[in-house]
């Protein structure tokens, strides 16, 4: 169809215009929008786990970006700074003479990492879909069904209703378009391939797009992969011609897009994989399945796992509204449905971002369209990958985390060298961040990343994932990991010279500086809370497994003299050795590391340890509610665990504002960054039910504003899956069905109930006694 090509403002006023509106789409669990994505935190994300795409649902142009999970820059490398080890002595004196600042100093100068950043997680590139010139397009609807995993795009020119559906199987590996139109021979387009790396589009016999290339080195760490990816055009009803560099398909019925993508990464220590073979081989397998095959797989396979939570907080007219309209709303009517959405979202990121055999969720979990993009776009593990990881226990996708297991085994062996080299000690350590190379030594700066538990941290989502499953072989196969972080620690950790506790030295409280013109300390809160708990799980999972008599005694004894935590002067609890909190210079700082113990942990909790909490509270609100995205996700949980339900509310309307929310629902740090959205997820999740110090607890945040509703299908430890249902802010009943069987007991106020389940048995409960 040839016309003028119509002014953007034309554009957008023919697509907005009230003649043909589109409609809602009738799956409620839908992003949907009236007009294209302008930017890409507009467009709609799709993904199988490892390969992504952001859909922009042009008229004129689709844009489809594309990654490749082990696409980053680099290749094998060892950071580890052999300098270190020689300076930690004088280092860790200089820290307990008070004398920060010469610490830091030396820290710099002799520990820091080699080169000193890691290595950005990188784009494919963007396969560009050109379509006739158009006028007059009416209908225009695009939208993400959260439901099936697929994306939609369409609209009405001429009377011809164009559909294009994309999504990412994870049973077929490959991305799918399809184009169709409601009359034949309609579907006309031109294909292409662009990118910003070292690569090259040619056409292979006849109707491949093929990009192949090499990627970039970074800071001095040559560039070690090979890349391909491949774009087979099959059309009904119409040839399809090769170009050059280019494929058009002129008046067919009907075209499918199959979109495959590899690199030669095998392991962070093997990149000798072959990129062609694995996507031509991938091609050829889908191609010999119908489009209705590969979209039942790829429905049934989300939907497996997808579909074990529902969660309704009742519906408002306000959920008719496009998405784009509803984050923006400046008067924030009533709305509770997109708290659902936003939640069942997060749901949809991980399972799209984080499946069994991929690459964990990244700060943009899978998807990103730049070279260099925001902190590299790597695993800041000071606080945003646990994050990401977060929700995927307690709403039902334990299969979501094996891809971080893997990554943590992964460190178990670049971090016995970082251990060994840097602190002459054994079992493993790693930073504050790591890459796809798995770098373990501290970067950036002391400031940031000379603190040396983002290992540590990463082993409780390690326990948590037996403590949610029971299974014992999986226990069996991480207790090394496990043991390994905790023997470093037994390695390295020192007496301070005043209470003569254990502690760590040199370290930091996560990003925080103290008063003394540095955040190097020994000791921070943040840390011992980390400790205590891999101590605690290590020394559970030795008796479970019957293993090692010797280590868990020696465990044991190393947690008794651990420091405290403390309660300072303003009646805080203390982020540090000392009661620096009041003099700190970012009092409002985003990271609330010392409330770890509160959340993600339980060592402090309002009814074992009410001091402590009324003392974490205490930061909490000295802290305030504003920070960036995570930060605000971070808080959400932790009111959520004071059972503040009302607080827990206002700081979850602060997520959902358009500060913190893009059109497209990611998380805005900003820029975007994907934890804000597993740690609004988790939020919601502990909002209606939390598993923590011994108890399942029922509804212990709820709000005013939802005071109707029911969740079905959340996880509480012990292998336990609940249903809750409420009316007028009130249990009504709760299902408790046991996976594994076993004993636990139910919460709901000052009311408990103690149940002793045969494996697959349920109980009911309505909260009376
Ligand atoms: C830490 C945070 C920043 C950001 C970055 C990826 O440095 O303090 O806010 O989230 O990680």
Redesign the pocket.
Known sequence: MIGTRPTVLALILTLSGSAAMAQPPAEPLSLWYRRPARQWVEALAVGNGRLGAMVFGGVAQERIQLNEDTLWAGGPYDPANPDALEALPKVRELTFAGRYREAHNLIGQKMMAKPLDQMPYQCVGDLLLKFPDANGVTDYRRDLNLDTAVATVAYTIDGVRYTREVFSSPVDQVIVVRLTADKPGKVTFTAGMKTLQKASVTVESPETLVMQGVNEGSRGIAGALTYQARVAIAASGAPVVPGDGRITVEGADSALLLIAAATSYKSFKDVTGDPEALTKDTIARASKRPFETLLKDHVAAHQKLFRRVTLDLGTTPAAQRPTDERIRDPNKVNDPQLAALYFQFGRYLLISSSRPGCQPAN?QGLWNDSMNP??QS?Y?I???TEMNYWPAEPTNLGECVEPLVAMVMDLTETGARTAQVCYGAGGWVTH?NTDLWRASAPIDGPQ?GMWPMGGAWLCLHLWDHYDYSRDKEYLARVYPALKGAAQFFLDTLVEEPEHKWLVTCPSLS??NGHPFGTSVCAGPTMDMQILRDLFTNCIRAAEILGVDEDFPKQAAATRARLAPNQIGSAGQLQEWLEDWDMKAPEMHH??VSHLYGLYPSDQIHVRTTPDLAAAARKSLEIRGDEA?G??IGWRLNLWARLHDGEHAYKILAMLLRPERTYPNMFDA?PPF?I?GNFGGTSGIGEMLLQSCAGEIELLPALPKAWPSGSVKGLRARGGFELDIQWKENKLVNATVRSLTGGSCRLRYGAVTRDLNLAKGQSAQWDGVK
Do not use: V
Request: net charge neutral.
């Open positions: 700060l925001p902190w790597k800041t000071n606080i945003n504050h940031w996560p990003e985003r990271h960036t995570w930060g740090h960054q934890d």
